[in-house]
């Protein structure tokens, strides 16, 4: 059984930082590109950031651009989002997931096999 279990979220004020982790269990992690997602109130799911398999390539969305940065330890079977400069926009349930096949930047959430059950963070002005 795959699981994808988020955590770190939380309540931090403007220009704070958070780390979001995402453990895995069930499937070959290394085999598997992560990417992260966020859901607002009211909005639809948007696309984060992505990393390969390797972890050598990397793709963030503009809004989160320099101040977000994703990684994965694969030994961990872990894939985190550290987060820096919050803004109250980027309050949301964020999602990480993964997908298998070849590494390409998968920016839709249809490109993605597995999905976790999000945590939620929220950005105080």
């Known amino acids: 059984q795959v699981q994808l279990v988020e955590s770190g979220g939380g309540l931090v004020q403007a220009g704070g930082s958070l780390r979001l982790s995402c453990v895995t269990s069930?499937?070959?992690?290394?085999?598997?590109?992560m990417g992260w997602f966020r859901q607002a109130p009211g909005k639809e799911r948007e696309f984060v950031s992505t990393i390969s398999q390797s972890g050598r390539n990397k793709y963030y969305a503009d809004s989160v651009k320099g101040r977000f940065t994703i990684s994965r330890d694969n030994a961990k079977n872990t894939v985190y989002l550290q987060m820096n400069s919050l803004k109250p926009e980027d309050t949301a349930v964020y999602y990480c997931?993964?997908?298998?096949?070849?590494?390409?930047?998968?920016?839709?959430?249809?490109?993605?096999?597995?999905w976790g059950q999000g945590t939620q963070v929220t950005v105080s002005s």
């Open positions: 069930g499937l070959p992690f290394a085999n598997y590109a």
């Open positions: 997931a993964a997908a298998s096949g070849t590494w390409y930047i998968r920016r839709e959430d249809r490109n993605y096999d597995y």
